[in-house]
């Protein structure tokens, strides 16, 4: 198993372009989740999803949308890009919601918006 | 407002010594408490998990404790290997909102020679 995979690894955009942050995961999770990391900030949750066709907004939503087609993926989207978007993008899956479920993070987008 | 807070911000120990970090909370109504290692340039990955009727647990050389009276938990290492470099993260969730996490800001643990 690959477990949870993100790409790009690294991404520099101009304020005001979109891209797509990739996720996915093989291990048939159903809940999956974003994650921002900014220096000085614990994780925050961007948006999950607790199954295919199903999302919800967390902590900070604002600026990004999300999508669940497929159990195995859900990419971040950001619309227009602003520098405080500039971040590090932490993707997770877990069996349920349930909070004691071991969640599974990715390795990391790191995002500099200029 | 529920919050995390860990201590140290950083450390620095030598290769073979103990050393513990400390995580006080105020997520309530506590459901349970996770510990995370995160290597720089990547992802979190669990060390521990324990909830309210769990005082201890152990993984290898790490032991985590937890005092759901004074909402304080700590993580000791045992024997530290210079692997053990990484910062060290405090994680607690609350019934009634399985989706949303405590993040800590961390401990910088950085184990020399």
């Known amino acids: 198993n690959a477990g949870v995979t993100q790409t790009p690894k690294f991404q520099v955009l101009k304020t005001g372009q979109s891209m797509t942050l990739q996720c996915a995961q093989d291990m048939n999770h159903e809940y999956m989740s974003w994650y921002r990391q900014d220096p000085g900030m614990g994780l925050r949750l961007i948006h999950y999803?607790?199954?295919?066709?199903?999302?919800d907004q967390g902590e900070v939503p604002n600026g990004y949308n999300v999508s669940r087609s497929t159990t195995e993926d859900f990419p971040l989207r950001l619309l227009s890009a602003a520098p405080s978007q500039t971040s590090v993008y932490f993707c997770?899956?877990?069996?349920?919601?349930?909070?004691?479920?071991?969640?599974?993070f990715g390795p990391g987008t790191r995002l500099t918006v200029t | 407002k529920n919050q995390v807070e860990q201590s140290p911000q950083s450390l620095i120990i030598l290769e073979g010594k103990n050393c513990t970090l400390q995580c006080n909370y105020t997520v309530s109504p506590f459901s349970n408490l996770r510990w995370y290692k995160q290597d720089t340039g990547r992802g979190p990955v669990s060390l521990t998990i324990m909830t309210f009727s769990e005082n201890t647990k152990s993984n290898g050389r790490y032991t985590a404790t937890l005092d759901a009276d004074t909402k304080q938990s700590s993580l000791h290492i045992t024997a530290s290997q210079l692997s053990d470099s990484a910062s060290y993260i405090c994680v607690v969730s609350a019934y009634g909102t399985a989706s949303k996490l405590t993040f800590g800001t961390g401990t910088r643990l950085q184990v020399t020679l």
């Open positions: 997770a899956s877990s069996y349920s919601r349930d909070s004691t479920y071991e969640q599974y």
């Open positions: 999803s607790v199954g295919a066709g199903i999302t």
